[in-house]
């Protein structure tokens, strides 16, 4: 089995077998219920007992489908506090990029499969693969500015910073727009199985 289907079956195990230590009584517990998790993605993976597999995943899924939504939602909210926390210190880049915390969930790789048999696809309209298609637009940059004329002669540096961020521009400006562009384009769709 190749690298991504293994990841797919682990990322699918791990949200439907997603308690955590603080739900056990001992740490002996939750040992036994990682281990048990494992050997189940051990054996889907290697292709071992995969009805039986299935019908365990099932069963857990049955009875515990208060407590997977439960675990769900505190990793959505603790990733949506993070992703906050970074706005507010102003972290830059592609390490926030506005994002909600199930969408942040996406970006780092969880979720594969949420709760209730949804499943959830990031998706480019088709308008937008259409035009990808043709080809990009470059887009021309403005200079620095400390080169562009005034009516009253050069502008300094300074005075071209000093008015940039008067009027809201930011270093990280272009980088931002263009994450903004690219995700607002995605759409995310669920489909029942």
Do not use: C
Request: charged share 30%; no cysteine; aromatic share 8%.
């Amino acid at each position: 089995m190749d690298y991504k289907k293994e990841l797919q079956v682990r990322f699918r195990v791990e949200s439907i077998f997603n308690k955590t230590e603080d739900e056990f009584v001992d740490k002996t517990a939750y040992d036994d219920y990682l281990e048990e998790r494992e050997d189940i993605i051990f054996n889907l993976v290697e292709g071992i007992d995969v009805k039986d597999m299935e019908a365990k995943i099932a069963e857990y899924k049955r009875n515990n489908a208060d407590s997977i939504i439960r675990n769900e939602a505190k990793k959505a909210e603790a990733l949506r506090q993070k992703a906050a926390e970074e706005v507010e210190a102003g972290v830059p880049g592609p390490e926030r990029a506005d994002v909600s915390g199930t969408a942040a969930a996406f970006q780092d790789g969880a979720g594969a499969e949420p709760h209730q048999g949804m499943e959830y696809t990031a998706e480019i309209p088709s308008g937008a693969a259409m035009a990808s298609t043709r080809g990009t637009v470059p887009l021309t940059a403005v200079g620095s500015g400390a080169d562009l004329a005034t009516a009253s002669g050069e502008q300094t540096r300074d005075q071209w910073k000093a008015m940039a961020l008067a009027s809201g521009w930011t270093p990280e400006f272009q980088k931002k727009k263009a994450l903004q562009t690219a995700f607002g384009s995605m759409f995310i769709t669920a489909a029942v199985k």
